[in-house]
């Protein structure tokens, strides 16, 4: 099959069997991003990420039919549901059930899910075409949900334009402390389940935190509250540097399962986008993205090429002569790289 | 300086100016450890890993005076807390101040604390390599503690012979899911903060999951309870296969804060050495942990000497190429590794 220009003409079952190509990083499948790569670069890619229980399938869901409904016809939409937090098994993920029930049948959908298989790098690598992938195909907005606070989140993130980070209340104060790293990527804050107890101390926590990362905030609340409804104003005293607008996470409440603050949410994500283009971050973002791609790929390129050329036998040599303590593993590997 | 010989000789400033080279990746560091590797393998290495309010860092800390008390005058305890959660951010972490307090100034104690610096391959080979020092610098138990349920605790916990996963109650069911990984590199589960509400339905929660692991598993419970109580018994019918008997993660329970459960958990890591001994997975752990070392350190080699041999520019204009979408970005990895 030609893939490329089979996903070009719209085929859904060429492009699902690409992605497949693509995550097991086949020869075929890196033919059909190469095909592909020039018709890349329209859509427009929002990260979701948030620990398990904050709702994010049911918001990535309600997220994908407000943009499949807005007026002028709806955007195509692709939802990538990444999970890195299991290793070890594979398989379905990620409210997959609800999506099926909402979303199911609608041509202008495409959901996929992904699990780790081990590496990290390889995950992030996988993820990235299979979102080029999509872009080419045409979805216009590409949604890349992803469980945790780690590593493999932020590389993630550094795919998307914009990186909505989710919190919920009532998730336990001890886990605030692993969120520091996870809301230095986040461009807009969602407290979803915003129905439940504890909501203003969650919005109190996660107020105070931002402004920790930006000491000159000063975040400003609305009242009455209701879902999305937020205000966050600009220090009122910027930088007159002539530097690029400071861009300050909103901090928007939603209740996805009854769509409550989705709107909102969409609006905030399109005010950001505006930012980004207006202030010319979109294009350092690209950048910035790509190089990481790039080193990314090359690294496993770089292995790649060693194994094709390198007898296996002497990898295993010298892993005996590390146990036998006779070579450091270090000393072992520049041994071994020097073969290349 | 020369690291080596002084760190054999017991220079306690020596060991920590090289762990800050070995963190650091430098040629001093790589040297040092090439001339101390062949002192290594005394150390008995135990993991110890869990979410954030599980109370790790007190058990840490227990387990630590625990060793430092036992009979025949106690053993050299180092502790090396390693935080990938945070990747922008370094910093000390992760309890050090209930460490300092009890630990502090006792010679046979060692505690080094390190942080992600963005690259989750870096952060496993530098912890691999202080480990490493610690184990040829004579301390005889050494804890390696990671916070999270991520890739990173993985790659850490492989580091390890024996690998403690901690839990504790109340710390919600949907959080419960992410588990499910972390789960599968567990020797030995610790129910800690015991002696707070919910830990009957922690236990029933985590025997329920390592059943679905260890589907042949009859778990058989112990009554009264009292903290570190617990006996796990083997299959009533194991496989007559002449195999190496299973071993069964006991789970235990613990009030680290006052010292409750401490014996009964170093008798559990204790009787699970015994069992790697016994069983000849001992080396068959070793052999894997060094492979997926030796694997990880050659691509860290074969990417740095890429970088000494290629101008920087080769791969800017590479870069430039992907933006304009004249080439992908798996074809320009294939053209930049073609120039090694």
């Known amino acids: 099959m030609n893939y490329a220009s089979e996903v070009l003409r719209g085929n859904r079952l060429a492009l699902a069997r690409?992605?497949?190509?693509?995550?097991?990083?086949?020869?075929?499948?890196?033919?059909?991003?190469?095909?592909?790569?020039?018709?890349?670069?329209?859509?427009?890619?929002?990260?979701?990420?948030?620990?398990?229980?904050?709702?994010?399938?049911?918001?990535?869901?309600?997220?994908?039919?407000?943009?499949?409904?807005?007026?002028?016809?709806?955007?195509?939409?692709?939802?990538?549901?990444?999970?890195?937090?299991?290793?070890?098994?594979?398989?379905?993920?990620?409210?997959?059930?609800?999506?099926?029930?909402?979303?199911?049948?609608?041509?202008?959908?495409?959901?996929?899910?992904?699990?780790?298989?081990?590496?990290?790098?390889?995950?992030?690598?996988?993820?990235?075409?299979?979102?080029?992938?999509?872009?080419?195909?045409?979805?216009?907005?590409?949604?890349?949900?992803?469980?945790?606070?780690?590593?493999?989140?932020?590389?993630?993130?550094?795919?998307?334009?914009?990186?909505?980070?989710?919190?919920?209340?009532?998730?336990?104060?001890?886990?605030?402390?692993?969120?520091?790293?996870?809301?230095?990527?986040?461009?807009?804050?969602?407290?979803?389940?915003?129905?439940?107890?504890?909501?203003?101390?969650?919005?109190?926590?996660?107020?105070?935190m931002l402004q920790l990362g930006h000491p000159t905030a000063r975040v400003f609340q609305n009242h009455p509250r209701k879902p999305g409804h937020e205000v966050v104003e600009a220090p009122s005293a910027p930088p007159s540097t002539g530097e690029a607008p400071l861009w300050l996470p909103p901090i928007l409440r939603t209740v996805a399962t009854e769509g409550q603050g989705i709107a909102e949410l969409a609006a905030a994500i399109e005010q950001h986008r505006q930012h980004l283009q207006a202030s010319g971050e979109l294009e350092q973002r690209e950048l910035a993205r790509l190089r990481a791609e790039l080193e990314l790929l090359l690294r496993e390129t770089l292995v790649a090429r060693w194994r094709a050329r390198t007898p296996d036998e002497r990898f295993a040599q010298a892993l005996e002569r590390i146990a036998r303590r006779e070579l450091s593993p270090w000393q072992a590997a520049e041994e071994l790289a020097k073969e290349c």
């Open 18 to 208: 690409l992605l497949t190509q693509i995550e097991n990083e086949t020869p075929e499948g890196r033919a059909a991003l190469a095909a592909l790569y020039s018709h890349t670069g329209r859509a427009y890619r929002i990260g979701v990420t948030g620990a398990p229980g904050t709702g994010k399938s049911s918001l990535v869901n309600q997220l994908a039919l407000h943009y499949r409904r807005a007026p002028g016809g709806g955007q195509r939409v692709a939802v990538v549901a990444v999970d890195p937090s299991s290793p070890f098994t594979g398989g379905a993920i990620l409210g997959d059930r609800v999506r099926m029930r909402d979303l199911s049948g609608d041509q202008g959908v495409f959901i996929r899910s992904m699990a780790s298989r081990g590496s990290l790098g390889g995950l992030a690598a996988a993820t990235s075409g299979v979102v080029q992938a999509l872009d080419a195909a045409g979805f216009e907005v590409i949604l890349v949900e992803t469980v945790g606070a780690g590593q493999a989140e932020v590389d993630i993130a550094r795919l998307a334009h914009t990186t909505l980070v989710i919190e919920a209340p009532g998730l336990g104060d001890d886990i605030q402390a692993i969120k520091a790293g996870i809301l230095e990527i986040a461009d807009v804050l969602v407290i979803n389940k915003a129905d439940r107890p504890g909501v203003e101390s969650t919005e109190r926590a996660l107020r105070s």
